[in-house]
T-cell receptor
Framework: DAGVIQSPRHEVTEMGQEVTLRCKPI?????LFWYRQTMMRGLELLIY????????DSGMPEDRFSAKMPNASFSTLKIQPSEPRDSAVYFC??????????????FGAGTRLSVL | AQKITQTQPGMFVQEKEAVTLDCTYD???????LFWYKQPSSGEMIFLIY??????QNATEGRYSLNFQKARKSANLVISASQLGDSAMYFC????????????FGTGTRLQVFP
């Protein structure tokens, strides 16, 4: 079974440009999470969805960031306009609710974003 | 508020030896879950092991085991018979009852396995 698939793996863009990161969760998973990882701040949860509905976006840094999940198999994280401080690795993860409570999150390979 | 603390920024271990990576947590939730993830230099985050707060036994997955001491609020990862491929960053994470969907991560421990 395929894992979480993220694209692109690397993105280099110039300040002010729009950036769109993509994620395909594991089939059957009902939760989807977007994280950002930097040396300074570690792993931060940006937003997560349950059954395609955004549940908590309190981690989204500012209005330049937006995320959508139009269906159960696809999500996007958009930054417009991008700034150099947005440079980071962005991870998508998905999980499935279980009665035992594990709800293990499985991560994609990440997108390394560099904003020049 | 929930918090995860990993006090060891770096650890060294010789191949075939066992190593313990420390993790302490703070929560007021009555039930919670504890996780360990591995991040090799290639960058992906790999799930290793899970421990529920009400689990009677310590979790084990192959060479990984979780030394869970509830009273001390610690959830240390033990890697037995270390291999060169175990060199990576290791993150401890927690999910509580009232935020059942969100994981809080520690700052990580970088493990280096030498021959």
């Amino acid at each position: 079974d395929a894992g979480v698939i993220q694209s692109p793996r690397h993105e280099v863009t110039e300040m002010g440009q729009e950036v769109t990161l993509r994620c395909k969760p594991i089939s059957g998973h009902d939760y989807l999470f977007w994280y950002r990882q930097t040396m300074m701040r570690g792993l931060e949860l940006l937003i997560y969805f349950n059954n395609n509905v955004p549940i908590d976006d309190s981690g989204m840094p500012e209005d330049r960031f937006s995320a959508k999940m139009p269906n159960a198999s696809f999500s996007t994280l958009k930054i417009q306009p991008s700034e150099p401080r947005d440079s980071a690795v962005y991870f998508c993860a998905s999980s499935q609710w279980t009665s035992g409570g594990e709800n293990i999150q499985y991560f994609g390979a990440g997108t390394r974003l560099s904003v020049l | 508020a929930q918090k995860i603390t990993q006090t060891q920024p770096g650890m060294f271990v010789q191949e075939k030896e066992a190593v313990t990576l420390d993790c302490t947590y703070d929560t007021s939730d009555p039930s919670y879950g504890l996780f360990w993830y591995k991040q090799p230099s290639s960058g992906e985050m790999i799930f290793l092991i899970y421990q529920g707060s009400y689990d009677q036994q310590n979790a084990t997955e192959g060479r990984y085991s979780l030394n869970f001491q509830k009273a001390r609020k610690s959830a240390n990862l033990v890697i037995s018979a270390s291999q060169l491929g175990d060199s990576a960053m290791y993150f401890c994470a927690m999910r509580g009852t009232y935020n059942t969907d969100k994981l809080i991560f520690g700052t990580g421990t970088r493990l280096q396995v030498f021959p």
